[in-house]
């Protein structure tokens, strides 16, 4: 397994715990924080722009479809990146707000933060432990 892969793998993993974990003890200030980030389209467009320069970077950086399960998770959640930032370019601020509402964030933030929470111990331990 390459060390870019490993690398990469332990940044995400570790980011993703540490906000899954942070975000569920502090839910409501969470919520309220989300929910008037989506609505603000100056924070929308500067989370776009960083969210697309983070999803290329992982992309171009780090392309692998084969050699296991970790360098194809780093992959697909640089492309993850990349399509999100690009959704949150092209879609105008009363979409965003629709996508959120039917999302229901806050009804399934544990769902939500639980996947993130996963995520972030798979490619934490697996990154690791290589």
């Not at 409501?28 to 989370?47: C, F, G, H, I, N």
């Not at 629709?98 to 933060?113: G, I, W």
Request: glycine share 8%; charged share 10%; hydrophobic share 55%.
């Amino acid at each position: 397994m390459s060390p870019l892969t490993i690398y990469l793998a332990k940044i995400l993993g570790l980011y993703c715990i540490i906000a899954a974990l942070a975000m569920s003890a502090n839910k409501q200030r969470a919520l309220k924080t989300v929910s008037e980030w989506v609505r603000s389209p100056p924070l929308m467009m500067l989370t776009s722009v960083i969210t697309l320069a983070l999803g290329l970077a992982l992309v171009v950086g780090h392309n692998v479809w084969s050699g296991g399960a970790l360098p194809i998770t780093v992959t697909v959640v640089g492309w993850l990146a990349l399509i999100k930032g690009l959704a949150f370019l092209a879609l105008p601020p009363t979409q965003m707000v629709k996508l959120y509402d039917a999302l229901q964030y806050e009804r399934f933030f544990p769902v939500y933060m639980g996947v993130t929470l996963g995520l972030g111990l798979y490619l934490s331990i697996a990154a690791f432990s290589a």
